[in-house]
């Protein structure tokens, strides 16, 4: 570009001159001397471009953050305060452009994480949102080379799985702490062939995915595992039930298995219906138990975990049964296509 006397810079350096010299002159002061090089006025703004021009060139032009990102700010000493909790006054900072707030249903705009936790409140997965992402930065409170960074949520609506992930944590001298988290979506595969065959292997999945949460001796969370379990590991055996039961839920509604509609391909209506009705108030049961677990202070998860080993021991007393006839039946519409 070429510098002339129309350059709006040449043009306001001038003006600015003249403004100083008629300053000084009304005032009875002298000009102040000019060197040569200042009097050179298009030199003056050629240098200035330049300069200008070779510091842009090592600052980014913009920065682009599609991932949902999140930084926790809050304070050394109020981190102290709280035992493996976040204080109420911590703040949730959106960062970038993949609108991190709306996994929660919410505007991504800052919040405390005491209002998050209170507009969150009535929502389904609301419990191992809070108990995810405080895993994650109280984790690394307490241990630097062993951050919990396998803590995965669904967001509010159930249509997508996040994994939560701690990817910088930094101390101020100040004694300010940030916490910043990464929301990755995890991979979703694309189905294939035939629609059916896709639905009933789908179905066997969760079905045996549930068997073997719950109806299997051998499980964590049978009521024998939870009976003979330390207390001291309760409270971390219920958080990851309620991410189990939130995964379950995730898988039905990605499957479209959350219909009865589509079970009743395979399924007896009578069985269908009998599975639904003894399930729903038993889901509801379970979950209400495992918020209180996560709540409760040391004293009273001994006797919250009694009251998730009764509602377990109904779970396999009601569901086993029904869970081995829905498998036969599922299997006898799959063996028809070996017979085709």
Not at 87 to 105: C, E, L, Q
Not at 202 to 216: D, I, T
Not at 306 to 317: F, G, K, R, S
């Amino acid at each position: 570009m070429t510098i002339d006397y129309d350059n709006g810079m040449v043009k306001f350096l001038r003006e600015f001159q003249s403004l100083v010299d008629g300053f000084r002159e009304e005032h009875g002061l002298a000009k102040v001397p000019q060197s040569p090089e200042q009097r050179d006025v298009l030199g003056l703004v050629r240098k200035m471009q330049l300069a200008i021009f070779s510091h842009l060139k090592t600052t980014p032009e913009f920065t682009l953050k599609p991932q949902k990102q999140i930084t926790i700010r809050t304070s050394d000493a109020a981190l102290q305060s709280i035992e493996r909790e976040l204080p109420p006054d911590a703040v949730m900072v959106p960062v970038g452009t993949g609108n991190p707030m709306s996994i929660f249903g919410l505007p991504s705009v800052e919040t405390t994480w005491a209002e998050f936790q209170y507009l969150t409140r009535s929502l389904k997965f609301r419990d191992s949102w809070v108990d995810a992402i405080t895993s994650v930065v109280t984790s690394s409170v307490q241990s630097q080379l062993e951050v919990d960074n396998s803590q995965i949520i669904v967001s509010y609506d159930a249509k997508h799985t996040f994994r939560v992930i701690l990817t910088t944590g930094t101390k101020y001298f100040n004694g300010v702490r940030e916490f910043n988290l990464y929301f990755v979506e995890y991979l979703r595969r694309g189905d294939f062939g035939d629609p059916e065959t896709t639905i009933i292997f789908k179905g066997f999945e969760l079905l045996f995915r549930f068997r073997s949460l719950f109806l299997e001796r051998n499980s964590d969370f049978s009521s024998m595992s939870l009976k003979i379990a330390p207390v001291s590991a309760i409270k971390d055996t219920a958080r990851s039930l309620h991410r189990e039961l939130n995964l379950l839920k995730r898988d039905a509604l990605e499957a479209g298995l959350d219909k009865a509609s589509v079970w009743a391909a395979f399924v007896d209506w009578a069985r269908l219906s009998k599975m639904s009705e003894a399930w729903r108030p038993l889901e509801l049961r379970i979950r209400a138990i495992l918020s209180q677990i996560g709540g409760a202070e040391p004293d009273a998860v001994e006797r919250s975990r009694d009251l998730l080993v009764t509602a377990i021991q109904d779970l396999e007393t009601v569901m086993r049964p029904l869970n081995r006839e829905v498998i036969c039946e599922m299997a006898d519409k799959l063996k028809s296509f070996c017979a085709g």
